[in-house]
């Protein structure tokens, strides 16, 4: 009997559904595993089963209920599947020829030609695409690379139902774009790998950690856990992928180069101490930190913009208030992969206040509320702590079209889906110009010396374009603007903000009332332009607000009395009681009163 996919594993439903063949699973089973995969668990009723005909079976028609009146549970559900997507691992029948669900070509080009490859025919039928602009350009910093074609040897020994998702293609994918764009070899310096030393990795983990990913070197295929697997060679790759970023650490902290991107795999930011998890084997970003303070850097800042938190990043520097940690993740108030990362979590000991969560609280964040939470909270921390080195776990897993991010459906579908508007809210959509002004404000903290490591990302076209829009904005370029000049963001976005002001405040001066009063000010104008929904006022008193009941009525009840031009004044003055009183209490007599 099939096991229905558990949401707290990386490998969602989507991946488990593709095993539900025509000879061994019945059609509940079958069936329950699309639900999971095409909804996210977030569509009810005949909406979602509206959505299952048109994402597995093609155009959704009322004719075909009328010959399925006859169907019984316990029938079988034939998938025929015989082929895979290359860009992103979904099972198709062999009769088409472009993917369902991304609409990837079955021949794409992408492995050869990265993002720049046609996405809707062949390979080969179309001219070689290339960024002409880019072979003509000189980089005007001194960008490294770190690689080495080893990393592409850790791989699934034998496939199960479909290709992992953590598969060496996606650094293949990368670094075709990164060619087509002209960045590589000749844009770049290219910093040969080495394998890192027992005695670094031990600076991050224990020795017992070192030898359990060893011990994979005489075994042909083994697993940690039940999605992240190991072959021979995978302990090489790991050590490999440590050695380039710490190796990139200290040529940035040296002055050798400016910055770096660090291409490499396996992903590291789960991996905790002592715990082997979430496809990561060793953490990197960890290990490049340590290497830096080796170089002689005091203060380390790690920012972290994968979609899942980095629990063993988190765990690592937990104590260590010379390494600021932020993160940037899908949380779901604990119920998305890993679990960990929620805003109250700030560090302990002489590390509190040094790990700072921006939890989305569902899905449908996008280059608005990213920008909007660098710039009201990720920078102003950052440039207080002053770090000499900045260090990004790049994961692209939040871009638009990533099986594992939360957006399993691709734009064209969407487009012909009675319910577009519907799950257009329930997808991740960060672009690469997202990606690329995140890049670029960080590039303004600690003197430019920057260093990207490549972490999660399994949508091969949204990895390359998203990997290429970064190593541009390294390399001098300035990023491509965003469609929204005024950068509003989504109610949603803004109420996690207000949710990591509320908890940061308390550690971080740069966090002050003005700046707060002014992010307030403008998102309400913003939202006063047009006819305010209900939820803008209810994310209002979202979260930690709750526990302050005197002002949420006085503000509820001033928003509600006033018309929307007059609205204004009192929101403001009732988010201001918000942020204040949590200060004030510190200050109160019965502070000092026995409880």
């Not at 034998?158 to 060619?179: C, V, W, Y």
């Not at 359990?212 to 070197?217: L, Y």
């Not at 972290?304 to 690592?316: A, C, F, L, R, S």
């Not at 957006?407 to 329930?426: D, K, P, T």
Request: aromatic share 10%; glycine share 8%; net charge negative.
């Amino acid at each position: 009997m099939a096991v229905a996919p558990n949401p707290t594993t990386p490998l969602d439903g989507a991946r488990w559904s593709a095993s539900c063949e025509s000879s061994g699973r019945d059609g509940d089973e079958a069936r329950a595993g699309l639900e999971f995969a095409a909804s996210d668990g977030r569509i009810g009723g005949s909406a979602k089963e509206q959505l299952l005909e048109e994402l597995v079976y093609g155009e959704w028609d009322e004719a075909d209920e009328e010959e399925d009146e006859d169907w019984e549970p316990g029938s079988t559900l034939e998938l025929r599947v015989r082929w895979f997507c290359v860009n992103c691992t979904m099972p198709n029948v062999e009769e088409s020829t472009h993917c369902k669900l991304c609409s990837e070509h079955r021949y794409s080009g992408i492995l050869n030609q990265g993002h720049l490859a046609p996405a809707f025919t062949q390979a080969g039928t179309d001219e070689l695409a290339k960024d002409v602009k880019a072979l003509k350009r000189l980089s005007v910093r001194r960008t490294a690379i770190g690689y080495d074609d080893r990393m592409l040897l850790h791989a699934e020994f034998q496939m199960k139902s479909n290709p992992h998702p953590e598969r060496p293609d996606r650094l293949r994918s990368i670094l075709a774009g990164f060619t087509a764009a002209g960045l590589y070899p000749g844009g770049c310096i290219l910093i040969p790998a080495r394998e890192i030393t027992r005695v670094e990795l031990e600076t991050v983990h224990t020795h017992e950690h070192v030898e359990v990913v060893e011990a994979t070197s005489s075994l042909e295929s083994s697993y940690f856990t039940s999605d992240t697997y190991a072959n021979g060679h995978s302990a090489l790759a790991a050590r490999l992928a440590a050695g380039v970023c710490a190796d990139l650490a200290s040529a940035i902290l040296s002055g050798q180069v400016d910055n770096g991107f660090a291409l490499v795999r396996p992903p590291g930011h789960h991996a905790e101490g002592a715990t082997v998890m979430g496809f990561c084997l060793h953490n990197n970003a960890c290990i490049a930190a340590k290497a830096s303070q080796a170089a002689g850097a005091k203060k380390v800042l790690i920012v972290d913009w994968d979609v899942h938190h980095g629990n063993g990043t988190q765990e690592i520097f937990e104590h260590d208030p010379s390494v600021l940690y932020i993160s940037l993740h899908r949380h779901e108030g604990g119920l998305f992969y890993p679990g960990s990362g929620a805003a109250h979590e700030v560090g302990s000991g002489p590390g509190e206040g040094f790990s700072i969560n921006i939890p989305w609280p569902c899905s449908g964040i996008g280059d608005n509320d990213y920008i909007v939470a660098f710039q009201h909270i990720v920078l102003p921390i950052a440039k207080q702590f002053a770090p000499d080195i900045t260090i990004v776990s790049a994961g692209f897993d939040a871009a638009r079209g990533d099986p594992l991010g939360g957006c399993q459906v691709h734009e064209r579908r969407l487009q012909r889906c009675f319910y577009h508007s519907l799950l257009r809210s329930l997808v991740f959509q960060v672009t690469p110009a997202g990606f690329a002004q995140m890049t670029q404000l960080l590039s303004t903290v600690s003197g430019g010396k920057l260093l990207v490591v490549l972490e999660g990302g399994y949508n091969l076209r949204s990895i390359s374009a998203s990997a290429t829009a970064v190593l541009r904005v390294l390399c001098g370029e300035a990023p491509e603007s965003l469609d929204d000049e005024e950068l509003l963001p989504s109610e949603a976005g803004w109420a996690t903000v207000l949710e990591v002001y509320a908890v940061q405040s308390r550690y971080w001066s740069a966090l002050c009332l003005p700046a707060f009063m002014k992010f307030t000010s403008q998102h309400i104008n913003g939202h006063l332009k047009g006819e305010p929904s209900f939820s803008f006022f209810i994310s209002l008193f979202y979260s930690e607000f709750l526990l302050l009941p005197v002002c949420f009525c006085l503000s509820f009840f001033l928003s509600s009395i006033f018309c929307s031009s007059c609205a204004h004044p009192a929101l403001l003055f009732g988010q201001s009681l918000f942020y204040l009183l949590p200060k004030l209490d510190d200050l109160l007599p019965w502070k000092s009163l026995p409880v």
